[in-house]
């Protein structure tokens, strides 16, 4: 969670309750080791739209 915080430049509440969005919505899930929480895409339509944005928003 910390790392996400850090790159959106957000705060924890709120990045807690999108990935509760985005689990319920089937677009991420979650998988816990001890205190650590692993996020992954759950769903390929998404993985599709980040390769998208990825190729048109990335700097060259």
């Known amino acids: 969670m910390a ?3 850090e ?4 705060r924890q509440a ?3 309750q999108q ?3 985005l689990r319920l919505e089937g677009y991420v899930k979650a998988r ?9 895409l759950a769903d390929d ?4 739209l980040v390769k998208i944005l ?3 928003f990335s700097v060259r």
């Open 7 to 10: 790159m959106l430049s957000i």
């Open 3 to 5: 790392e996400f915080e």
């Open 14 to 16: 709120a990045v807690s």
């Open 32 to 40: 816990r080791e001890g205190k650590q929480i692993y996020y992954s």
């Open 45 to 48: 339509r998404v993985r599709e």
């Open 54 to 56: 990825y190729k048109i």
């Open 19 to 21: 990935l509760a969005r």
